[in-house]
C-alpha cells in the first residue's frame, strides 16, 4: 500500500510539474482588503478594479496561452492583525499565486511578515502607505503601487503652507498607519516653519471623543489634522471637534478622504481639505471610460488597485510562469522604461508585445513609477469639501 500511495504521489507531482510547464488553465489572485473595517466603504472600488484588470487580461486571451484569471476575496479587517493573518493563509492554501494587498499598513505588515515570506508568496499593495515599509525586510517579496507616507508627509506641508496656515493641532490613529503619517506630517510641516501644538493618538471604535477633542483644543492651532480613518475614528474626533465649537476646518490626510467622510459629517465638513494619491491624464481617463458608470474609478486607491493586478499579470508573461520565485524580478521591469507605455485597456496589446519579447512600461491608472525596493514615485490629488463632495483642485 505503502508504494502505491509514493507512486500515486510521483504521479501526481509529474502530472503539476507538466500542467506548470504548459500552463494551467487558471490562475488565482487573492484580493485581501478590508471589507469590514475602517475603510470597509472605500474597499468596494478598489476589489472591482483589480477584478477589471483581471476580466481584462482574461478576456484578450493573450495571458499564458490563454490562462484565466480568477480572484479569491479575503477580508483583512483593515486594522485587525488576527484576521488578516488568518485570511491569507487561506488564500495561500485555496492556491493564489499572488496577493492583491493587503490594504492598510498594519495588517500589509503582517500578512508579509507571518504567511508571504514563510510561503514565498508576491504581494503587492494598492495602499499601504506606512514609510515603516520601505525598510522591512520582505525578500523581494513586497511592492507597492501607493507613494509612501513620507511623501504624504511633505505634500500636506506645502499645502498648509501655501494656505497660510501657521500651527496646526494634529491627531492619529494608533496604529503604525497613523504613527507613522503623523510623523511625517510633524516634522515635514515643522521643516517649513509650521507649529505643531500637539500630537495625540487616539483609539478606533469608540462612542465619545470628548475627551481626545478637548485636550487638543486646549493645545490650539489653525487646523486640526487628522490622520484617521474616515468610517471611524476620525470621523468620531471630527464630529465631536465640531460640536465642541473647537475647529470649522480640518486638515485631511490619505485615510480621511472618501465619499462616506461628507455624506457622515454633512454641509460642516464644506471647506476642509487635504490630498490623497492619485493622477490625471490618460491613464485615469482611460479607466474612467471603461467602468462606464459600473462603480467609480477614481475612489481612493481604486486605479491603484487595478494597477496592481495588471502589474502581476505583465509579470507572470515576461517570466512564461505564475511562480512567484520566477515573476517576482519582472516586476520592476514590466513598471518602468524602457518600453512601450501601457495604460488601463492595453492590457492585452502589453501581453502580446511581452510575448514576442518587446519591452512595456506599465503607466496604468496612477502613472505608475516603481522606485527604490519597489514603491510607487506617486502623485496627490489636492481635495476640498464643497457642496458636500470632495472636489479635486490640483495636482502635487
Known amino acids: 500500500m505503502k508504494k502505491m500511495l509514493m507512486a500515486t504521489t510521483a504521479a501526481a507531482?509529474?502530472?503539476?510539474?507538466?500542467?506548470?510547464?504548459?500552463h494551467a488553465k487558471e490562475v488565482k489572485l487573492g484580493v485581501i482588503f478590508g471589507f469590514t473595517g475602517p475603510i470597509e466603504s472605500l474597499t468596494g472600488p478598489m476589489s472591482a478594479g483589480a477584478e477589471?484588470?483581471?476580466?481584462?487580461?482574461?478576456?484578450?486571451?493573450?495571458?499564458?496561452?490563454?490562462?484565466?484569471?480568477?480572484?479569491?476575496?479575503a477580508d483583512s479587517g483593515c486594522i485587525d492583525n488576527?484576521?488578516?493573518?488568518?485570511?491569507?493563509?487561506?488564500?495561500?492554501?485555496e492556491g493564489v499565486s499572488g496577493l492583491v494587498?493587503?490594504?492598510?499598513?498594519?495588517?500589509?505588515?503582517?500578512?508579509?511578515?507571518?504567511?508571504?515570506?514563510?510561503?514565498?508568496?508576491?504581494?503587492?499593495?494598492?495602499?499601504a502607505t506606512s514609510p515603516g515599509l520601505t525598510t522591512m525586510e520582505d525578500n523581494g517579496l513586497f511592492f507597492r503601487t501607493s507613494p509612501s507616507d513620507a511623501?504624504?508627509?511633505?505634500?500636506?506641508?506645502?499645502?498648509?503652507?501655501?494656505?497660510?496656515?501657521?500651527?496646526?493641532?494634529?491627531?492619529y490613529t494608533n496604529n503604525d498607519y497613523g504613527k507613522g503619517l503623523a510623523d511625517a506630517i510633524e516634522s515635514s510641516f515643522k521643516a517649513v516653519g509650521g507649529e505643531v501644538t500637539i500630537v495625540a493618538a487616539h483609539e478606533d471604535g469608540k462612542a465619545d471623543y470628548s475627551a481626545e477633542v478637548g485636550a487638543l483644543a486646549s493645545a490650539g492651532g489653525d487646523l486640526l489634522v487628522v490622520a484617521g480613518y474616515l468610517d471611524q475614528g476620525g470621523a468620531g474626533i471630527i464630529k465631536s471637534a465640531l460640536d465642541a465649537g473647537a475647529w470649522e476646518q480640518f486638515?485631511?490626510?490619505?485615510?480621511?478622504?472618501?465619499?462616506?467622510l461628507p455624506k457622515t459629517i454633512?454641509?460642516?465638513?464644506?471647506?476642509?481639505y487635504g490630498q490623497i494619491a492619485g493622477s490625471q491624464g490618460d491613464g485615469i481617463d482611460n479607466l474612467v471610460k471603461m467602468v462606464d458608470g459600473a462603480f467609480d474609478a477614481t475612489s481612493p486607491y481604486t486605479p491603484e488597485s487595478y494597477d496592481a493586478a495588471a502589474l502581476f499579470?505583465?509579470?507572470?508573461?515576461?517570466?512564461?510562469?505564475?511562480?512567484?520565485?520566477?515573476?517576482?524580478?519582472?516586476?520592476?521591469?514590466?513598471?518602468?522604461?524602457?518600453g512601450e507605455k501601457i495604460y488601463p485597456g492595453d492590457l492585452g496589446k502589453a501581453l502580446e508585445l511581452i510575448k514576442a519579447g518587446k519591452d512595456v512600461d506599465y503607466v496604468g491608472a496612477s502613472a505608475v513609477e516603481l522606485i527604490g525596493p519597489g514603491e510607487s514615485a506617486g502623485t496627490y490629488r489636492m481635495i476640498e469639501v464643497k457642496d458636500g463632495k470632495n472636489e479635486t483642485i490640483g495636482m502635487k
Open 13 to 22: 507531482l509529474v502530472a503539476t510539474g507538466a500542467m506548470a510547464d504548459g
Open 52 to 73: 477589471m484588470a483581471m476580466k481584462e487580461v482574461t478576456d484578450s486571451g493573450m495571458f499564458l496561452d490563454g490562462t484565466k484569471v480568477t480572484s479569491v476575496r
Open 82 to 93: 488576527g484576521m488578516a493573518v488568518a485570511s491569507a493563509e487561506r488564500l495561500i492554501a
Open 101 to 127: 494587498g493587503a490594504d492598510c499598513s498594519g495588517v500589509t505588515g503582517a500578512v508579509l511578515q507571518n504567511v508571504a515570506i514563510p510561503n514565498g508568496m508576491v504581494m503587492i499593495s494598492p495602499s
Open 151 to 171: 511623501r504624504e508627509g511633505e505634500v500636506m506641508a506645502e499645502i498648509l503652507q501655501e494656505r497660510g496656515v501657521k500651527s496646526i493641532a494634529l491627531t
Open 251 to 260: 486638515g485631511l490626510p490619505g485615510g480621511m478622504i472618501g465619499e462616506n
Open 266 to 272: 454633512g454641509p460642516d465638513l464644506n471647506g476642509s
Open 313 to 338: 499579470l505583465l509579470a507572470m508573461q515576461a517570466a512564461n510562469s505564475t511562480d512567484p520565485a520566477a515573476y517576482k524580478d519582472e516586476i520592476l521591469n514590466v513598471a518602468n522604461a524602457p
